[in-house]
Antibody, heavy 122, light 107 residues
Framework: EVQLVQSGAEVKKPGDSLKISCKVS????????IGWVRQMPGKGLEWMGI????????TYSPSFQGQVTISADKSITTAYLQWSSLKASDTAIYYC???????????????WGQGTLVTVSS | SYVLTQPPSVSVAPGQTARITCGGY??????VHWYQQKPGQAPVLVVY???DRPSGIPERFSGSNSGNTATLTISRVEGGDEADYFC??????????FGGGTKLTVL
């Protein structure tokens, strides 16, 4: 069965850097997109961006462009989401998900990781 | 950016039909996807491309999309359907907004 396994919860201070991971298995990492979704405490889902590991093409939501970096390592079938300087407002659960192309364009997420809780507090 | 509007809550008795709407300008021209999220769990895709169901999703879940409104319909609602439901589309500026979510309560 398709699996996306995310790294564990993190507690960081404002200004810290962070890189969380999403290890995938049971499907061809190079033939699908991997996206990231933020869910702030008690709030809805926010689409952050997506990467195609086959050629590292990456698209960011305008809301997250310049705030985070999405990358992938084909050799270990793992995608990453990173911050260079965290803020308290980055406190959230972050999900990775497999993206499949939709009929009318764009992607939908058909498999999801379990989520990584990131807490940023001084 | 493109805005998707969902009702904050929908309530329905067991065995009845729940309809959750997702409003957006000319949404009928876009592919709409729906996710179910239960407390403490990751979202699950229940409908994609307006009306298709992933394997393992009951036939009770169906979708439609026309004009300015897409609808997720859950027939013969069960207690286990109680969850938050989110719609999602792709916008031409390459954003993929989600709706604000609808909490389905089974009375």
């Amino acid at each position: 069965e398709v699996q996306l396994v995310q790294s564990g919860a993190e507690v960081k201070k404002p200004g810290d850097s962070l890189k969380i991971s999403c290890k995938v298995s049971k499907f061809n990492f190079l033939n699908f997109w991997i996206g990231w979704v933020r869910q702030m405490p008690g709030k809805g889902l926010e689409w952050m961006g997506i990467i195609y590991p086959g050629d590292s093409e990456t698209t960011y939501s305008p809301s997250f462009q310049g705030q985070v970096t999405i990358s992938a390592d084909k050799s270990i079938t793992t995608a990453y989401l990173q911050w260079s300087s965290l803020k308290a407002s980055d406190t959230a659960i972050y999900y990775c998900a497999r993206g499949t192309i939709a009929v009318a364009g764009g992607y939908y997420f058909d498999y999801w990781g379990q989520g990584t809780l990131v807490t940023v507090s001084s | 950016s493109y805005v998707l509007t969902q009702p904050p809550s929908v309530s329905v008795a067991p065995g009845q039909t729940a309809r959750i709407t997702c409003g957006g300008y000319n949404i009928g021209t876009k592919s709409v996807h729906w996710y179910q999220q239960k407390p403490g769990q990751a979202p699950v895709l229940v409908v994609y491309d307006d009306r298709d169901r992933p394997s393992g999703i009951p036939e009770r879940f169906s979708g439609s999309n026309s004009g300015n409104t897409a609808t997720l319909t859950i027939s013969r609602v069960e207690g286990g359907d109680e969850a938050d439901y989110f719609c999602q589309v792709w916008d031409r500026i390459r954003d993929h907004p989600f709706g604000g979510g609808t909490k389905l309560t089974v009375l």
